[in-house]
T-cell receptor
């Protein structure tokens, strides 16, 4: 069964550094999402992406964050200048249709640790 | 007020018990998802619902669009069902806070 893959599985970085988290969604899916989960807290929506542009973003997704689909397969989340509070598990997800239609597929996540 | 509320937050059960987890939401939606997050952190989709009821093995999910409420039922619960169960709604897939289920043998 096709799956969403995320790399790296764990990233450690120093405060102020830029990080890029990578995701390869399922190939025929059209909608892509990034979520984060701070340890012990609920999963929070960051951003959704469709047709090569952001369709929605949350308050968390400020100017320090950006997303790209550079080559038609990868879907990246960049944090320009990491802060300690960015430490979390970041999940990528993809879905075939609009309005949340269709099975939702998640990657295994990237654990980001900012020191 | 959260847009997606789940109850209970924590649930313990003996193996074999019937489990119900509830999800209420305030936003208009076209679909609702039930997800399972295992202790290792991975998230798996269980159901996508837009109306009525779906069944998969021992899991049953129902939704009432008019009342903005959905339930997830687990029949004959088993220790391997122990996980966090999350409902997610709307185009942004807003997550509920999750229900932590522990099933003891």
């Amino acid at each position: 069964e096709p799956e969403v893959t995320q790399t790296p599985s764990h990233q450690v970085t120093q405060m102020g550094q830029e990080v890029i988290l990578r995701c390869v969604p399922i190939s025929n899916h059209l909608y892509f999402y990034w979520y984060r989960q701070i340890l012990g807290q609920k999963v929070e929506f960051l951003v959704s992406f469709y047709n090569n542009e952001i369709s929605e973003k949350s308050e968390i997704f400020d100017d320090q964050f950006s997303v790209e689909r550079p080559d038609g397969s990868n879907f990246t989340l960049k944090i320009r200048s990491t802060k300690l509070e960015d430490s979390a598990m970041y999940f990528c997800a993809s879905i075939l249709g609009t309005g949340g239609q269709g099975p939702l597929h998640f990657g295994n996540g990237t654990r980001l640790t900012v020191t | 007020k959260n847009e997606v509320e789940q109850s209970p937050q924590n649930l313990t059960a003996q193996e074999g018990e019937f489990i119900t987890i509830n999800c209420s939401y305030s936003v208009g939606i076209s679909a609702l998802h039930w997800l399972q997050q295992h202790p290792g952190g991975g998230i798996v989709s269980l159901f996508m619902l837009s109306s009525g009821k779906k069944k998969h093995g021992r899991l049953i999910a129902t939704i009432n669009i008019q009342e903005k409420h959905s339930s997830l039922h687990i029949t004959a619960s088993h220790p391997r069902d122990s996980a966090v169960y999350i409902c997610a709604v709307g185009d942004k897939l807003i997550f509920g806070t999750g229900t932590r289920l522990q099933v003891f043998p």
